[in-house]
C-alpha cells in the first residue's frame, strides 16, 4: 500500500506533534457505519479523542479516501489539523485545495 509506505515514511518527521495509527477495519470494524469506512483507504485525524474534520476542497470532510503519496503534502496536512485542533477548531481548512476544478 502507497500510503501505508508514506505514513511510515513521514512518521520519524512528525512524531513530536502526532501518532499515527494503522487499523484494519475489517479486524476492527466498530466505527465503520459510523465514520463510513467502505474505502480501502481512508485517512481520519483526531485530537483527544475529538475528530477532527479537514476541508480540502473534496467535499467530503470526514477523512482522506485517496492515496495521498507525497511526503510533503501529508506534513502539511498533520501540522495544519495540529494546529488548528490545538486552537479548538473542529473544522479546519487544509493548505492546499485537491477539487479537480484546477487540474482542467
Given at each position: 500500500?502507497?500510503?501505508?509506505?508514506?505514513?511510515?515514511?513521514?512518521?520519524?518527521?512528525?512524531?513530536?506533534?502526532?501518532?499515527?495509527?494503522?487499523?484494519?477495519?475489517?479486524?476492527?470494524?466498530?466505527?465503520?457505519?459510523?465514520?463510513?469506512?467502505?474505502?480501502?483507504?481512508?485517512?481520519?485525524?483526531?485530537?483527544?479523542?475529538?475528530?477532527?474534520?479537514?476541508?480540502?476542497?473534496?467535499?467530503n470532510?470526514?477523512k482522506?479516501?485517496?492515496?495521498?503519496?507525497?511526503?510533503?503534502?501529508?506534513?502539511?496536512?498533520?501540522?495544519?489539523?495540529?494546529?488548528?485542533?490545538?486552537?479548538?477548531?473542529?473544522?479546519?481548512?487544509?493548505?492546499?485545495?485537491?477539487?479537480?476544478?484546477?487540474?482542467?
Amino acid at each position: 500500500m502507497q500510503v501505508d509506505d508514506t505514513l511510515a515514511d513521514v512518521a520519524e518527521k512528525v512524531k513530536n506533534f502526532c501518532v499515527i495509527f494503522l487499523v484494519d477495519t475489517t479486524e476492527v470494524p466498530d466505527f465503520n457505519k459510523m465514520y463510513e469506512l467502505y474505502d480501502p483507504c481512508s485517512m481520519m485525524f483526531f485530537h483527544r479523542n475529538k475528530h477532527i474534520m479537514v476541508d480540502l476542497g473534496t467535499g467530503n470532510n470526514n477523512k482522506i479516501n485517496w492515496a495521498l503519496t507525497d511526503r510533503q503534502e501529508l506534513i502539511d496536512i498533520i501540522e495544519t489539523v495540529y494546529r488548528g485542533a490545538r486552537k479548538g477548531r473542529g473544522l479546519i481548512v487544509g493548505p492546499k485545495d485537491y477539487s479537480t476544478k484546477y487540474r482542467y
